[in-house]
């Protein structure tokens, strides 16, 4: 308890004597017994006895609730009357004939019974809140400096550090934030290259000129208004110090960040297996530059095409292809025939079958996160609508004007998308501690990663066993990062408070993939959907986990203009345009960081990212 | 400047500020003839020696008054409120207790003394209000300068009133109860009632924008202060100014305040819908028209409304809780039930239920972020609770059944186990949400400095009339009923 709760406990019960032993007198002299019955149960010494203990705890309760304010004796006494007239519906009206085994009084006759008694607590509580403001500065002058306000601390004491502004990383923080409610002597950090969260389960969309860029995605700051942002990238990590080193640009100096517990949600990076000509020339879909880069890409084929004499080049400029046939290469090779096919009325050159969309999968079928019935049916209807499907097939290489496939197959095409591999943060492998062959920190149940102290991971850069699922790691998706974020920011709180550590324990409930134009499959705790329906359950799932009001009723608003008018084809960045090779050259930041990544065999387990 | 000297000087105001209440209240008294008991507290009858008393015992208590704010805010909208506060304070204290035990020997504790000395708790309403807003012109240096052209400022709230009054006049009308807003004035044509009405309305709305030429808080509590101040006019216009102007006597016997009781919902919903017309008009011209971007600090409606919706529904559902106990107490779900056209006290329990949750989102979205302790959370919820038994039971709920609202004074005595219902509803609501709040974001505690200014304004909230009008709310809601409606 604190020194000034305890002053305002012991003041307000004072008060409350003085304050009761008035009211009893009043009541008493005008021959009522005042404790309005209770006094019935008992002879009239017991009463009054009762009637003043129960004025000193009423009075403690009005110094607990109310508290002493400087020069606030105005409100001091409002309040007191205020506090007395309560007490006056919970005594006489409700808990004195409750105690005398009658219902609660509150009709109008009873309380004009109780009329006395009214103007009793009004009394009371004017004289109880006047003594209580008096006594309290009568004691504060009579011990100046004997409550010493706890001042809050000038930097606060514990820090926790997270790396990474993905789900995992802004869950993370969104829940230390409740569990610490603006506690001042625990610092939140976090740190993360962007300064907003991605809303990845999205981004095909923005990729397909649906969504405005912005409308999927949300500042941290916004997000974690409690939580200081630092935007910058991590150079290093030293544990044995538990200090990390940021650097806010290439050419800023490095800055040191000391923490107490650290929080790895860095997320993981896309992998092209040292494949030739891919790191330079694929478009990745990792970030809102990627989306926004393919999106301006595309339009600027469609412009060019428009206008190209040879044929050869406009189906190389036609001919869009996608790697990987998980949930983001399936969502994105339909949505860019959505995008295509739905502006292809301005470009009058083109002839509607010209357009060639092809998706090389290396596996049996492609969706192999959901069940056999469900990927047949988006293979079928993706078919149907002239999507080329190459199954069994590996991406060999790409050169300027062509994708290589399988034993020296060749497409010709300007456009590679490559979601057919990731791999964790390249930062993980400088961290003295166990990693998996992907490379990704092991962590256990609790999100300790293995081996190092203080450290705790969430999301894609950690492999964390699925307790539900003995033996498999949870799968790399959005909603996992996000539960994950959830107990990591639990069980820091536990262990800066000395409490058990909570396992992390989630079942998938279940996965959604739009397949564009009005269609999605989904299975949700092993029912089935397609079709329409499960269309609109994309949109509404996805809606409601999209963060923040604002972002919801932008999304919402885009996919209603959608419904009336064509998609936009303004090109939004002239880097697109100039030559061709160029476009096709260009890449991310991040891809880049990604691609140093050890050469994987073709046939190494390939980890997509996913709809939550 | 020294204390001392301070007291000194908030005793000098107050005590001049005191005479003027005195007087004006003395001569108001004098026509009810209810100066005499004042009198003969010096044993003396004579009328000029009973005024001469009562205005002496004024400026006593005002001098009292004047220390009592000199620390709180100096605004008119401020010091109005203490002074009805305070007046009714001591008419429980004054009539009730100190006279009647030195004239009589005992206490005045019943109702029939209560009735009887009605006309002076008008006359102590009366007495604060004028105090109050003495007080304001005195201190008028202290306080802040109004920024914009005052005419601008009258001229909004003229506007609001008369929209304000216009709406509540078709409700009215509608009911065939347009007299209810000018009961005394009652003359037989409608014209003269509507015109009445909408003067009223426009002069209300320009003293309202004179009080509070820039509003300082949030929807919610300006809702409950304009239903203070509907209050307030409630007490000057159909019960003192009006009969006055046309039967030259005052309304303040027991008879005539029950005759115009019908006024008092209609001029406490007028009230409300005039502050958060106000309210938003000025934040509307604020937006629309002021170049100081800097100073406006907001961040946007949208901005955690959800949060504050999903607190106020969980609120909402704590306080119906306790709301329903009451209703099964007495017996009322039946009411509810009927509302959708049912008679099961299930659909009663659900309708009740969805009603509070309703409320309770309501209160999440006017209210957040403006109770910083238990206290405030009590008065902001108990002021809120009362609002909606003047609007639910006593208006909404017989529209709904088909029915004409009626206002008379035993209709609202017999809803009076209703409206211990709706004030521990307004207080379940009120403490939950405010704990809610604080476990989740306590916004009292500010993370810069431009959050740590709001957030100070905000705490200081204790130096405004607040703690007076939720005081004044729930003392008014449970003694006008009792004294009335017997």
Known sequence: ?612 | MKTSDLLARGLGAGALAGLAGGLISGAALSRVGALPPTASLVRADAAVAGFVVHVLIAVALGAGFGLLVWYQRSGAGETLFWGLTYGALWWFLGPLTLMSLLLLGFLAWDVHSAQEALPSLIGYLLYGGVTGLALALLRRDRGETAPGSLWGVVGRGALVGLVAAWLLGILLDAQGQLHAFSTVMVGPARSAAWIATLLIGVAAGAGYALLYPRPPEGTGPGLVRGTVYGFFWWIIGPLTVLPLASAGKLAWSLEAARAGFPALPAFLLFGAALAVGYQWLDGLVRVLFSDLVAAVDREGLGTEGLRAIGRGALAGLVGGTLFTLVMIQIGALGAFARLIGSASSLAGLVVQVVIADLIGVSYGLLFRRQSYDVGSALGWGLSYGFFWWILGPLTLQPLFLGTAPRWTAEVAAGLFPSLIGHLAFGAGLGVVFHLLEARHNPWWVPRSRMEAARVTRRKEQVLTSAPALWTLVVAIALVLPIILGM
């Open chain 1, 1 to 612: 308890m604190s020194p000034s709760l305890r002053r305002d406990l012991i003041a307000g019960a004072s008060a409350g004597l003085i304050g009761g032993l008035t009211f009893t007198w009043a009541m008493q002299a005008q021959g009522l017994r005042a404790a309005a019955g209770l006094a019935g149960l008992s002879s009239t010494g017991t009463g009054v006895a009762l009637e003043i203990l129960a004025a000193i705890l009423i009075g403690a309760g009005y110094g607990a609730i109310f508290r002493y304010q400087p020069f606030a004796y105005a409100a001091t006494i409002s309040s007191g009357v205020l506090y007395g007239l309560l007490w006056w519906i919970a005594g006489p009206l409700t808990l004195a004939p409750l105690l005398l085994g009658r219902g609660p009084g509150w009709s109008l006759q009873e309380a004009d019974a109780a009329l006395p008694s009214l103007v009793g607590h009004v009394l009371f509580g004017a004289i109880t809140g006047l003594s209580f403001y008096v006594l309290v500065s009568l004691y504060r002058r009579a011990r100046p400096g004997a409550e010493v306000v706890a001042e809050p601390p000038a930097a606060p004491t514990r820090r926790v550090v997270i790396l990474g502004g993905g789900f995992g990383g802004v869950s993370t923080a969104q829940r230390l934030e409740q569990l610490f409610a603006r506690d001042p002597h625990l610092e939140i950090a976090l740190v993360s290259q962007s300064n907003y969260l991605l809303f990845t389960p999205m981004l095909a969309e923005v990729a397909s000129s649906g969504l405005e860029a912005q409308h999927i995605s949300a500042p941290v700051r916004a997000a974690c208004p409690h939580t200081r942002f630092v935007r910058a990238e991590v150079e290093g990590v030293d544990t044995a110090t538990q200090v990390v080193r940021v650097r806010a640009s290439p050419s800023a100096p490095v800055e040191t960040l000391p923490y107490d517990h650290l929080v790895l949600a860095l997320g993981a990076v896309p992998n092209f297996y040292g494949l030739p000509g891919l790191e330079e020339r694929a478009f990745t879909l990792k970030t809102l530059d990627d989306a926004t880069r393919l999106r301006n890409h595309a339009i600027a084929l469609l412009e060019r095409a428009d206008v190209e004499r040879s044929a050869d080049e406009r189906r190389r400029m036609l001919t869009f292809v996608v790697a990987g046939g998980g949930f983001a290469g399936t969502e994105m090779i339909a949505e860019l025939l959505d995008l295509v096919h739905g502006v292809l009325r301005y470009y009058p050159n083109i002839p509607a079958h010209e357009p060639r969309f092809v998706l090389v999968h290396s596996g049996e079928r492609i969706l192999p996160e959901i069940s056999a019935p469900l990927a047949d049916y988006a293979l079928r209807k993706l078919r149907t609508r002239g999507i080329e499907f190459m199954l069994n097939t590996r991406v060999a290489g790409a050169t300027v004007d062509a994708v290589l496939v399988g034993d020296g197959g060749r497409i010709e095409t300007h456009t590679l998308v490559w979601t057919a591999g990731n791999q964790p943060h390249p930062l993980l492998r400088t961290l003295p501690c166990e990693r998996n062959r992907a490379g990704a920190v092991v962590a256990d149940t609790t999100l300790r990663v293995v081996g190092l102290d203080n450290v705790w991971a969430a999301g894609d850069c950690a492999q964390i066993p699925d307790v539900n699922n003995e033996g498999r790691p949870c799968p790399p998706t959005a909603q996992h990062a996000l539960r994950q974020g959830q107990v990591v920011a639990g069980n820091v709180a536990a262990a800066l408070r000395g409490q058990p550590l909570w396992e992390f324990r989630y079942r998938t409930i279940g996965t959604l993939v739009a397949l564009g134009h009005r269609t999605a499959v989904a299975e949700l705790r092993g029912w089935k959907f397609s079709g329409l329906l499960a269309w609109f359950m994309w949109r509404t799932v996805y809606l409601s986990k999209l963060p923040g009001l604002e972002k919801k009723v932008r999304v919402a608003l885009d996919w209603t203009i959608d419904l009336f008018f064509p998609r936009d084809i303004v090109l939004t960045s002239h880097a697109a345009t100039p030559t061709l090779a160029q476009t096709i050259g260009a890449r991310s930041e991040v891809a880049s960081a990604g691609a140093t990544g050890p050469g994987a065999p073709a046939a190494a387990d390939v980890r997509l990212e996913g709809g939550a």
